[in-house]
């Protein structure tokens, strides 16, 4: 009777223990995941980053903004600020150095999930801005190596590193205790007015506007079709276009002879915010290129931004206004008039 | 009657002309874009920043450059010359990487179009190099054209297309950013 007590709870003990086996081991942790949503967010937070650093946009308070309270930005000097009335104060008496220029043009930018956010690694590409009679040129500025965080404000960043190019990699940011909680739940999808697929269309906008404009494809209508059919660009030079009839013809007109891989109109930091009358306005860098060949370095000829209104169609978005803002544009060479000759005595 | 007839076949005839051609205008204004789901737009984002950083870096001995492309994938350089497979995209990579922090090339203007098996891509490129003197320079330009396939481990390049923009006109003056 003993015996087989103490074989049954053997067995009970037997049963438990491969109960406890076949268990699966404590649940990992979900591993960090980023939405379409998030990446569109942080996309943004980007080109809104270039615009309000460039333009010191706010007493540079719109630039310290999209840090978080206690973010932290490192220079390509080493110089450390932290907090954002330092942060706006920095980046203020910078700007006011020089003329305000649209100079920071942000790409290739790599983000991967982390617990409490994301870090990410963007490219900056910056200029040598004219002087005399030297040609502006596109000049490698480095890249970013950031670590982003998902607030209550949105996504921000808690610590920005500038590396020169081939400058020493930076080291990791230190721990912060919001790094390790959880991520701040994320907004509801009705608080958001335009969606992730808006964001990603109306970035697809612009890059179709720019391959239309550059080889007037479709007979003009790769570009014109990225316009409503009353839709406007609004230059002063050489005039408005109104329509796609002037657009696809002004695109033709553009592109000519210049082939299918033609490259002139370079668009960056596409900054889109939802329009209270429901459609969007956007805005975006570009820098028009001239000049590249054999013994030739590529330069700029013009710069400067676009502001545009965007409509949601049946067809999808599509530009009503595109309004191109001239920043800077490369100096003509003016040659002096020859000196006469000295009277003879 | 003769005349009248031909008169009246031709005038019928440019008739039905400019009806065609207003028909072809409507039908390019009308044209609905094809685009990809938000996740599989931004994921092709990633691949394309990926590919840049891979190529720049040379990280992970050329191996987080060749990740980005199947592995039968191919990149093909301005002058047609074939780059294929892991191998050679990742030894690409590690010939032309100069570590975490290098940056070389610059890439804007995606547009991603759906396609069968995938999607088509096409982006603008630069590079900047060393110039005389050792100043930075722009020392090429030009478009990538690209197949992408959506593999179980992700979107990935089957293949890429260099091609060096053309010589451009010299500046007009205008002053816009047209």
């Known amino acids: 009777m003993r015996t087989t007590r103490l074989l049954a709870l053997l067995g009970v003990l037997a049963l438990g223990a491969t109960a406890a086996g076949a268990q699966p081991p404590a649940t990992p942790r979900p591993a960090a995941t980023l939405t379409p949503e998030d990446y569109a967010a942080i996309y943004q937070l980007y080109a809104r980053y270039a615009f309000a650093l460039d333009k010191a946009v706010d007493n540079g308070q719109m630039w310290a903004n999209l840090f978080t309270r206690d973010g932290v930005f490192v220079d390509a000097n080493g110089t450390s600020v932290a907090g954002r009335a330092k942060l706006a104060k920095y980046v203020w008496d910078r700007a006011t150095r020089g003329p305000f220029r649209l100079i920071t043009y942000l790409s290739s930018i790599v983000i991967e999930p982390a617990p409490g956010g994301a870090t990410a690694r963007a490219y900056y590409l910056t200029m040598n801005v004219a002087s005399g009679q030297q040609p502006t040129s596109l000049v490698p500025g480095g890249s970013f190596f950031d670590t982003l965080a998902r607030t209550p404000e949105g996504w921000r960043f808690r610590h920005k590193v500038l590396v020169a190019p081939d400058g020493p990699a930076p080291a990791a940011p230190a721990a912060n205790p919001s790094a390790a909680a959880p991520a701040t739940p994320r907004p509801a999808a009705a608080r958001a007015p335009l969606t992730a697929q808006d964001y990603a269309d109306i970035e697809q906008l612009s890059a179709r506007y720019a391959f239309g404009n550059d080889t007037g494809a479709d007979n003009g209508y790769m570009l014109a079709g990225s316009f409503t059919p009353d839709g406007y660009f609004l230059a002063t030079v050489p005039r408005a276009l109104n329509g796609h009839k002037e657009l696809a013809a002004a695109s033709l007109e553009a592109s000519a002879g210049m082939g299918p891989f033609n490259t002139r109109h370079w668009t960056w930091n596409v900054l889109i915010d939802p329009a209270p009358w429901g459609g969007a306005t956007g805005r975006a860098y570009v820098e028009v290129t001239i000049a590249k060949g054999p013994g030739q370095t590529g330069s700029i000829d013009n710069g400067g931004s676009y502001l545009d209104t965007y409509a949601k169609t049946p067809n999808g978005w599509r530009f009503t206004q595109r309004h191109p803002v001239l920043d800077w544009r490369r100096p003509v060479v003016v040659q002096a008039p020859p000196t006469p000759p000295a009277p003879r005595p | ?178």
């Open chain 2, 1 to 178: 009657m003769r005349v009248r007839a031909v008169v009246l076949a031709a005038a019928v005839g440019a008739v039905f002309a400019a009806v065609g051609a207003q028909e072809a205008v409507r039908a390019q204004e009308n044209v609905t874009f094809a685009t990809l789901p938000a996740r599989d737009y931004f994921e092709i984002k990633q691949l394309y920043a990926r590919y840049v950083q891979g190529l720049d870096s040379g990280a992970d001995g050329g191996n987080a450059f060749a990740n980005v492309f199947t592995p039968s994938g191919v990149l093909m350089d301005e002058h047609g010359t074939l780059t294929q497979g892991h191998a050679e995209l990742a030894a690409l990579a590690r010939a032309t990487g100069k570590g975490p922090t290098h940056v070389a090339h610059f890439e804007t203007n995606l547009l991603i179009v759906p396609a069968p098996g995938g999607a088509t891509g096409r982006s603008y490129v630069v590079s900047v190099g060393p110039g005389p003197g050792g100043q930075p320079i722009l020392t090429n330009d030009g478009q990538f054209q690209d197949e992408l396939v959506k593999t179980p481990a992700g979107w990935r390049f089957s293949k890429r297309e260099y091609h060096a923009a053309p010589l451009e006109r010299p500046a007009t003056g205008a002053p816009s950013a047209r």
